[in-house]
């Protein structure tokens, strides 16, 4: 990632928002056991232990914490914006948030059990390389810090995030995932969420 970019007001604020509200985070522990107790309300769409079995609905098992926060915080305070999940976020208070990541991210994740055929696994592996998806992602996939885990999700729910980042629609808070697949073909765009979501 070379060169300055523009970042626009309302993104800045939501970042300084969301720093600040991580930044609170590390002062006040987090409560797994408060989390689980609060998740209920969660499970109904993304599945017990946050282990999504609606192909639409993403998977929040296993997730790196801070993801999950700063999600949280990007649907609440409204640029991130989903008819479903935006109502549920807006009621949540920083230490619900806090409790929620807590709690979703050391849940166990029940391996996929989509597979894909070789030919596409072939494919994956060098587009996931070739796009970087690897450096930001991490060598398995499996996310780091603010940057998700993609390995085992949904394929539905990959499908529309890659398909919203390519036209610009899905809220991205530093422009680098809309960046990274930019240049990428639709035809990559359907191999890579049937080889993602097939990955243990
Ligand atoms: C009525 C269904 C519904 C409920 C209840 C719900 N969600 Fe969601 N949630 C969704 C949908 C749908 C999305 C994906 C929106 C999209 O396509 O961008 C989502 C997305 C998310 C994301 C972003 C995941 C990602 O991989 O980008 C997080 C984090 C999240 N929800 C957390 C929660 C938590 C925590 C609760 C409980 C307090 C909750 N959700 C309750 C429907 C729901
Ligand atoms: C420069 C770092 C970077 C690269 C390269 C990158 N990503 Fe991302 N990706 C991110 C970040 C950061 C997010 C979270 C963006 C946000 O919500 O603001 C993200 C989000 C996503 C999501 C949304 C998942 C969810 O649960 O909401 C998918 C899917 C995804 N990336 C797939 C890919 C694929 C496939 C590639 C390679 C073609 C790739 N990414 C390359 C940084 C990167």
Same mark, same amino acid.
Do not use: W
């Given at each position: 990632?070379?060169?300055?970019?523009? @970042? $626009?007001?309302?993104?800045?604020?939501?970042?300084?928002?969301?720093?600040?509200?991580?930044?609170?985070?590390?002062?006040?522990?987090?409560?797994?056991?408060?989390?689980?107790?609060?998740?209920?309300?969660?499970?109904?769409?993304?599945?017990?232990?946050?282990?999504?079995?609606?192909?639409?609905?993403?998977?929040?098992?296993?997730?790196?914490?801070?993801?999950?926060?700063?999600?949280?915080?990007?649907?609440?305070?409204?640029?991130?914006?989903?008819?479903?999940?935006? $109502?549920?976020?807006?009621?949540?208070?920083?230490?619900?948030?806090?409790?929620?990541?807590?709690?979703?991210?050391?849940? $166990?994740?029940?391996?996929?059990?989509?597979?894909?055929?070789?030919?596409? @696994?072939?494919?994956?592996?060098?587009?996931?390389?070739?796009?970087?998806?690897?450096?930001?992602?991490?060598?398995?996939?499996?996310?780091?810090?603010? @940057?998700?885990?993609?390995?085992?999700?949904?394929?539905?729910?990959?499908?529309?995030?890659?398909?919203?980042?390519?036209?610009?629609?899905?809220?991205?808070?530093?422009?680098?995932?809309?960046?990274?697949?930019?240049?990428?073909?639709?035809?990559?765009?359907? @191999?890579?969420?049937?080889?993602?979501?097939?990955?243990?």
């Amino acid at each position: 990632m070379t060169g300055q970019r523009f @970042i $626009p007001p309302q993104t800045a604020a939501a970042l300084f928002a969301a720093i600040l509200i991580c930044s609170s985070f590390v002062s006040s522990a987090a409560d797994a056991g408060a989390g689980r107790n609060k998740a209920q309300v969660c499970i109904a769409c993304h599945g017990p232990g946050g282990n999504s079995i609606v192909p639409t609905m993403p998977s929040l098992a296993g997730q790196p914490k801070q993801f999950i926060t700063t999600q949280l915080v990007m649907f609440r305070e409204g640029n991130r914006k989903d008819p479903q999940m935006s $109502p549920v976020a807006a009621n949540l208070s920083n230490t619900d948030m806090n409790d929620l990541a807590e709690y979703f991210s050391r849940e $166990p994740i029940t391996p996929s059990a989509r597979r894909t055929d070789a030919a596409n @696994i072939t494919a994956g592996q060098r587009l996931t390389a070739e796009y970087h998806c690897v450096s930001c992602h991490g060598p398995a996939l499996k996310g780091q810090q603010h @940057i998700p885990r993609i390995a085992g999700q949904q394929r539905d729910y990959l499908l529309k995030q890659l398909q919203g980042f390519k036209a610009g629609t899905r809220f991205d808070m530093d422009g680098n995932m809309t960046a990274a697949v930019q240049a990428l073909p639709d035809s990559a765009v359907a @191999i890579l969420a049937d080889y993602l979501s097939a990955l243990k």
